[in-house]
């Protein structure tokens, strides 16, 4: 879309904007400080400067091996994989709201994370347990997964068009009906999957950061970049789309096709995303509409705002995750979900009090 | 100032086993204020789909400057052709002024966009409507802030190209004397050279406004002229079944619709408000 | 494995030595572990187990006060219950198991994530994993395996010695015609799993002289009547906890079925979960224990 931007906004609202920009890159800031300081393994600040220092040669205080085979290979991966996983799905969340009109929407709606739970569960359930055990073993679960989540969702996006062109009511409808069906498959596999399986199952979709490692940063920095960039460039187009489908097209929106696009880049980010951590859920539906209310819907603000809080929030709630019960970790989807869900009655309640 | 804008020839629309459209021509042009009138279920919507490319007619064409319809892309179009629809369907919150600013994004470029918007909304007497949450406003105030945001889409497009502005029953949910404002604003426009047509639901109004009116019945155009050619008691009463007579209008001279069949009963004096000869 | 008592019992002996023989057939304190990694350790003192059967071995090996922590599942342990949990064996936390401070890490060959298993070897610490394999052969192997990364191989043989003892004991105790036992599972929700070959339940079962009801199928299978019916059982065989979560004894009659089965002709024995599915090195111990229930008494037993 054009770069007419829509900042015919007053000068009061102009800062604004901009403490906002600076406070959200803050929170981030503070997420990673955050999430890299803390942890089961005590690193004290010294170790940590130590750490540091010795990637430039300087050789400060005091640190042990452990340490900085903590910080580098667990930690820090882990603290940007939060980063880029939050930042996904809340930007994700932000299409979907922009898609289907509705502040409500989220990614689950088109079948993306019914479908990865659903091929999660088969290649558990169904793969004999080499298949998912040592190195080559550990891209089998994520790459069923990934496969499941866009494939379940182009043929969402299949069924709610028609002749080629989505129909959001019709779109809606579809994702309803696919979730059922993932649903249905999963009972299904539950019903077949011995414990061992069984737990695995549920595991997995009770979403964890643990498998963080360098490569899958790598992977996953794309995939978020790709989906940010996406949607920066088409965020006046968003703001149209809010408008209605004949009022966007009126204005220039091949609507159609934008649609089309944004299901599949949702799948594609979204997909990659939940292939790696399991189900983590609420955050593609609250950060948006949190910010929101805060910033309002013009998505030139809406996108960076969610983009960097979403990624903070994330950091945040996994290093709960994982400190709250050292050695072990709570299921981070069920933490996101546990904080997200009251959150979001709450603006309800709010939001009903005001209407 | 008779260029043909916008063109359709032969419009025909089946849908369901339906014909909504047959054979229907009709040509926008410059500097023209066209009114499209017709009884409920003419086709008066479906003709406006036509128009704007979101329907594709079973058969006939519309041509936009020359070429078919389908050769301009959605931008292209969106640069010179505003359509002003019957209902928003906004359900988001944002400003007023960002609202209209909306209206500039077909554009690449737009200097002083905020003063741009200003002077849209201070046109259809908006301005103080400004800052406030579109959320917030009534109907009325909504129709207002949208046809402002066709009137920022068209001025911010080159004085020189053929620009059209489209309206659906623009006077749904303002008070008579809104009404006359959003149909003189759009006047204006003719003024400068820009096509208006407008589905008006009003006679009255369609007759005091228009340069030119198309009348649709049951998907065929039934009449096609000036409003003193085309509003005879012939036509109101074949078309929208209405007894009534037809007379000069005492202060602009268009054709004046009375309708003969009162529902009161007719008193000894029967001008109440009799006209100072 | 075979069925007829005396032959199996030959062949496990057979096997023993062979699980033996691998097992030394590399430097003492290093084996290969189920994904083919060598691993050597000495003399560890911090260790952390996975999975139950680690856990009880190494506390088997007199070596349980050096386990810093263990997963979840060990937790039922006795002994076990001061010890530090990290969760389910499946999805641990790197930095968690690192935080402990470890010179070992043990655990089944599904512990996992493999990720978080390659972060812990990253940081030089050696991760064994020992196979699941739900036979006799696997478990003495385990059992060999662990004695030899914790260099008490004497105590592990005399824990392999004991469980053949018992397993000579259990053959003493069987008949000419074994008893068709019927192993239940249940998840607490819904009507249970039947035991089929390849599993630990199959295991025990023919390590205690009896046959499995429902040999016809590999793992586990949902129950139904027909299949039930069909495997026409001696014995209903289930865990403490499954008999709880079937609904204990009226239950378990109740369900669709079961309830055809002739009470008369029909028991039902229960036994401890650790105890009977451990396959650990109190394998001869449950095996001797469930042949006593089949064939010496006809009462359920805790």
New interface residues.
């Given amino acids: 879309?054009?770069?007419?931007?829509?900042?015919?906004?007053?000068p009061p609202i102009r800062s604004r904007d901009h403490i906002t920009r600076v406070a959200s890159g803050l929170l981030c800031l503070l997420a990673v400080v955050v999430g890299t300081g803390i942890?089961?393994?005590?690193i004290p600040p010294s170790a940590l400067a130590s750490i540091l220092a010795d990637t430039v040669g300087i050789d400060i205080f005091a640190h042990d091996?452990?340490q900085a085979?903590?910080l580098w290979?667990?930690?820090l991966p882990?603290v940007l994989l939060g980063l880029l996983i939050g930042a996904a799905l809340s930007v994700a969340g932000v299409l979907m709201q922009a898609l289907f009109?509705?502040?409500l929407a989220s990614p689950q709606l088109i079948g993306v994370s019914g479908g990865a739970a659903l091929a999660a569960a088969s290649v558990i359930a169904l793969l004999p347990?080499a298949a998912?055990?040592?190195?080559l073993?550990?891209f089998t679960l994520p790459l069923g997964a990934f496969t499941g989540a866009v494939a379940v969702s182009l043929v969402t996006l299949r069924i709610g068009s028609r002749g080629g062109t989505p129909d959001v009511v019709t779109l809606l409808l579809a994702g309803v009906a696919i979730n059922a069906l993932t649903g249905a498959g999963l009972g299904l596999l539950v019903?077949?999957a011995?414990?061992?399986q069984?737990?695995?199952i549920t595991?997995w979709s009770l979403g964890?950061l643990?498998?963080?490692?360098w490569p899958?940063v790598g992977a996953l920095a794309l995939a978020t970049s790709g989906l940010v960039a996406f949607a920066w460039h088409h965020r006046?187009?968003f703001?149209?789309l809010?408008?209605?489908s004949?009022?966007a097209?009126?204005?220039?929106?091949?609507v159609e096709k934008l649609q089309r696009r944004m299901v599949v880049v949702t799948a594609l980010a979204v997909g990659a995303a939940v292939a790696f951590t399991g189900i983590i859920g609420f955050v593609g539906l609250v950060v948006p509409h949190l910010c929101?209310l805060w910033a309002?819907?013009?998505h030139h603000r809406l996108i960076p705002l969610s983009t960097l809080v979403g990624g903070a929030l994330l950091v945040f709630a996994d290093t709960t995750a994982?400190t709250a019960?050292?050695?072990?970790?709570l299921?981070l989807g069920v933490l996101t979900t546990l904080l997200g869900a009251p959150f979001f009655l709450l603006l309800l309640a709010r939001a009903r009090r005001f209407a | 100032m008779t260029t043909p804008l916008l063109e359709a020839t032969g419009l025909t629309v089946h849908r369901n086993g339906r014909t909504l459209l047959q054979d229907v021509d009709l040509t926008v042009r410059a500097g023209e204020k066209l009114a499209v009138i017709g009884p409920n279920g003419a086709g008066k919507t479906t003709l406006l789909r036509c128009l704007?490319?979101?329907w594709s007619p079973d058969a006939g064409s519309v041509r936009w400057d020359g070429q078919p319809l389908s050769t301009h892309?959605?931008?292209?179009?969106?640069?010179s052709?505003?359509?002003v629809?019957q209902r928003?369907?906004?359900?988001?919150?944002?400003?007023v002024?960002?609202v209209?600013?909306?209206?500039?994004?077909?554009?690449?470029?737009?200097p002083h966009?905020?003063h741009l918007?200003r002077i849209s909304l201070a046109e259809v007497g908006a301005l103080d409507l400004h800052?406030r949450r579109w959320t917030r406003l009534s109907g009325g105030e909504q129709q207002r802030v949208a046809l402002a945001r066709s009137l920022a889409?068209l001025r911010a497009g080159a004085p020189d190209r053929a620009r059209v502005l489209l309206l659906d029953e623009p006077t749904n949910h303002l008070d008579p004397a809104w009404q006359l404002q959003a149909l003189s604003v759009a006047g204006r426009l003719a003024t400068e050279g820009i096509g208006v047509l407008a589905i008006l639901h009003d006679l009255a109004l369609a007759s005091s406004w228009a340069d030119h009116i198309v009348v649709l019945d049951q998907g065929r155009r039934v009449a096609s002229g000036p409003p003193i050619d085309v509003l005879t008691p012939d036509l109101l009463a074949r078309v929208f079944r209405l007894e009534a007579a037809v007379v000069p209008h005492p202060h602009h001279g268009r054709p004046w619709i009375v309708p003969v069949h009162p529902l009161i009963a007719p008193t000894r004096s029967p001008n109440v408000h009799a006209a100072t000869p | 494995m075979t069925q007829l008592p005396s032959i199996r019992r030959d062949l496990a002996i057979a096997l023993l030595v062979c699980g033996l023989t691998a097992t030394t057939s590399v430097a003492a304190g290093t084996i290969v572990d189920a994904?083919n990694h060598t691993i050597t350790a000495s003399a560890p003192q911090r260790i952390v187990t996975l999975g139950s059967f680690t856990t009880e071995t190494v506390m088997a090996l007199e070596q349980g006060d050096r386990i810093v922590?263990a997963d979840?599942s060990s937790k039922g342990l006795p002994g076990a219950a001061d010890k530090?949990?990290?969760?389910?064996y499946?999805?641990?936390?790197?930095?968690?198991?690192?935080?402990?401070?470890p010179d070992l890490v043990v655990g089944t060959?599904?512990a996992?994530?493999?990720?978080?298993l390659?972060?812990i070897r990253?940081?030089?610490v050696p991760v064994a994993l020992l196979s699941d394999s739900p036979t006799l052969d696997a478990a003495t192997h385990r059992i060999e395996a662990l004695g030899t990364l914790l260099d008490a191989e004497p105590a592990a043989r005399s824990i392999v010695d004991r469980i053949r003892k018992d397993l000579d004991k259990a053959a003493a105790l069987t008949p000419a015609t074994p008893a068709r036992v019927l192993f239940l599972?249940s998840?607490g929700g819904?009507a249970g799993?039947m035991a089929g070959t390849d599993t630990i339940a199959h295991t025990m079962i023919e390590l205690a002289g009896g046959t499995n009801a429902f040999a016809s199928q590999e793992?586990?299978t949902?129950l139904t009547p027909e299949a039930a019916l069909t495997a026409n059982p001696d014995v209903i065989l289930v865990t403490t906890r499954g008999l709880a979560a079937l609904g204990g004894e009226a239950g378990i009659w109740a369900t669709p079925g079961l309830a055809q089965l002739s009470r008369d002709k029909v028991r039902l024995v229960s036994m401890d979960d650790n105890l009977l599915l451990g396959l650990g090195p109190r394998t001869g111990e449950a095996a001797l224990a469930l042949a006593t229930h089949l064939y010496s008494d006809s009462a359920t037993s805790p």
């Fill in positions: 879309m054009s770069t007419a931007r829509l900042s015919t906004a007053s942890g089961a393994l005590a091996t452990t085979t903590v290979a667990i930690r882990r009109r509705n502040p347990a998912t055990a040592g190195t073993g550990a019903f077949i011995d414990d061992a069984l737990r695995s595991f964890s643990s498998a963080a490692t899958i006046t187009a703001d149209l809010l408008l209605g004949e009022d097209r009126h204005l220039g929106v091949p929101r309002g819907p013009a994982r019960v050292a050695p072990a970790e299921p | 704007t490319g979101t892309s959605p931008r292209h179009l969106a640069r052709r505003a359509v629809a928003a369907h906004l359900d988001f919150d944002f400003a002024h960002e209209v600013a909306m209206g500039l994004a077909p554009h690449s470029r737009v966009a905020g918007v800052d889409q | 994904h922590a979840a530090a949990t990290l969760g389910y499946r999805a641990i936390g790197a930095e968690g198991v690192l935080s402990m401070g060959e599904a996992g994530p493999p990720t978080a390659d972060q990253g940081a030089g599972l998840h819904g799993q793992g586990y949902p």
